[in-house]
């Protein structure tokens, strides 16, 4: 298996090559806690999610990858905003792409399945969102909750 490696304003990062839509998914229960992901590629805590496929749209691929990932079951209720900024990369080694980042990042309520983890996923949990960013995780995924628990009115645009 490849690893995954994020690269933020970093003068030696390799040049992308690639641009892939996708998705994560901020899945909060009723009591506030954030559903999270520790990846088997590298290691980092994140929120759920990946590429959108050709046929699906945006909420579709939110559904399908919390699913394939966390074996929850979720809703989309919202938009936290996009994110795609050049300066973030992300090295896959298993094909040597190099993505520009290009994701869109969405609230969800959960409506059944249990945590579990997948071939993506080394644990799952619902973490108590003032613990969110506490844990080991990419700048980018960090700034992603970070913009969801300031509870903004407007999406992020970057």
């Not at 490696?5 to 090559?17: G, L, T, V």
């Not at 559903?35 to 990946?50: C, F, Q, S, V």
């Not at 969110?132 to 992020?156: C, F, G, K, W």
Request: aromatic share 6%; with cysteine; charged share 25%.
């Amino acid at each position: 298996m490849g690893r995954r490696i994020d690269y933020y304003d970093d003068p030696n990062a390799p040049k992308a090559n690639s641009l892939v839509p996708s998705v994560n998914v901020v899945v909060t229960n009723d009591n506030g806690d954030i559903l999270m992901i520790r990846r088997t590629d590298n290691d980092n805590w994140a929120l759920p999610g990946g590429a959108v496929d050709l046929g699906e749209s945006v909420a579709q691929a939110a559904v399908r990858e919390t699913k394939e990932e966390t074996g929850i079951d979720c809703e989309i209720t919202g938009l936290v905003g996009i994110y795609s900024d050049p300066k973030h990369v992300i090295h896959y080694t298993s094909n040597d792409e190099v993505r520009q980042e290009f994701s869109i990042v969405l609230t969800a309520r959960p409506t059944g399945g249990e945590p579990r983890p997948s071939d993506e996923s080394r644990e799952v949990l619902w973490i108590p969102a003032d613990q969110a960013t506490a844990r080991r995780m990419d700048h980018s995924m960090r700034l992603r909750i970070t913009h969801y628990l300031e509870n903004r009115q407007q999406p992020v645009i970057i």
